[in-house]
């Protein structure tokens, strides 16, 4: 069963792409009386080994980003206003009028652009750059500002988490979500020796799975991710690329990853044989992780399972109850067969 309460935790937590500590913090706790052998890498990765009840026929690394999308302070007006740009992929058509927060006091700001009433002509239907966006905190200079916030702060999405019986609402789902399913794994009773890795600026290039595949040298990965649902009205059902409620997402092939087809398909059976969801990724568009995985060293066979997910990047994310519960479960399944050996090397290629 997801532990939401946890889930909630973890994504109401501020981690920006290299401002990840915050969430360090909770999975060090919840995992440390679990873990046989944790590591912090030079990048801020958690690099853990749990022991299981027997030595696996393949070395399996499971994995999920820490960090979340988000913004960064880049100059101060003279008269007190916050400049930014975005770090990690963000839908700039969202952020005009969007509560904000900076940093580790926690600093209130609102996300301005000009008025709509003074503007001509294209203005008023064209998206804004960032570069004409704003934060306003309330400051009446420069030097009011640098009282609370300082060049190169974290700038956050300031959203609640809400759920009911069907969904969770709440920014940062994407990859908190697939940071629990690692922590639910550790703590369990696994049946092979495994590894796994939270990893830092996923939303940035990749970066921190790039340095903990090399560090762990695997021969299989699974990736524990977040993906865009598009199953909203105006989109066409061949556009909409996954379905809330459809279950696991698993995906063929994307921007930086041609998946593992062994490993793909032995998803699909696994999830018919323990009784949950599974869809296919309807489009190749986007990355994640798996794109750096997948290369390191002599090469990781990779598969990528993922939450659908609607306005991903956003501060408020939308995921289906029954979606999280299905990748628990398959996540926990696949992971046994792997270890076990179920797709040797050596037999398959």
Same mark, same amino acid.
Not at 81 to 96: A, C, M, N, Q, S
Not at 225 to 235: C, K, L
Not at 248 to 254: F, K, N, R
Not at 284 to 294: Q, R, W
């Given at each position: ?201 996923? !939303? ?32 066409? !059902? ?34 018919? !044989? ?76």
């Amino acid at each position: 069963m997801i532990d939401y309460e946890l889930l909630k935790k973890l994504c109401t937590a501020n981690g920006i792409s290299g401002d990840e500590n915050s969430v360090r913090g909770i999975i060090l706790d919840e995992i440390k009386q679990y873990a046989d052998d944790v590591k912090i890498d030079n990048l801020g990765n958690i690099l853990v080994h749990k022991a299981g009840k027997s030595k696996p026929m393949s070395r399996l690394m499971l994995s999920a980003h820490m960090d979340e999308v988000g913004l960064m302070v880049t100059d101060i007006t003279s008269d007190g206003f916050i400049k930014f740009d975005e770090v990690g992929g963000i839908d700039k058509r969202i952020l005009p009028g969007k509560s904000v927060t900076f940093g580790k006091k926690k600093i209130n700001g609102v996300i301005g652009v000009k008025p709509i009433h003074l503007c001509r002509g294209d203005e008023s239907t064209e998206i804004s750059k960032l570069s004409d966006m704003y934060i306003d905190i309330g400051a009446n200079s420069k030097e009011n500002v640098l009282e609370y916030v300082s060049y190169g702060d974290s700038i956050n999405f300031a959203s609640s988490y809400s759920e009911n019986d069907y969904v969770i609402k709440s920014k940062a789902i994407d990859d908190r979500f697939g940071c629990l399913v690692l922590i639910d794994l550790i703590k369990s009773d696994l049946e092979y020796d495994m590894d796994f890795a939270f990893v830092v600026q996923e !939303e940035v290039g990749l970066r921190g799975a790039k340095v903990a595949a090399y560090s762990i040298d695997p021969q299989y990965a699974i990736v524990i991710e977040t993906t865009t649902a598009a199953d909203i009205p105006g989109v066409d !059902e061949t556009g909409s690329v996954c379905t809330l409620g459809q279950g696991a997402v698993i995906s063929v092939m994307d921007r930086r990853t041609i998946y593992d087809k062994e490993m793909v398909a032995l998803a699909f059976e696994c999830a018919d !044989e323990i009784g949950v969801k599974a869809q296919y990724k309807r489009a190749v568009a986007g990355g994640n992780d798996s794109g750096v995985i997948h290369q390191s060293r002599g090469g990781v066979r990779t598969l990528a399972i993922s939450l659908p997910c609607r306005y991903l990047h956003s501060p408020n994310c939308i995921a289906d109850k029954s979606d999280c519960e299905s990748i628990l479960k398959l996540a926990q399944k696949m992971s046994v067969l792997i270890a076990s050996g179920k797709l040797n090397v050596k037999e398959n290629f």
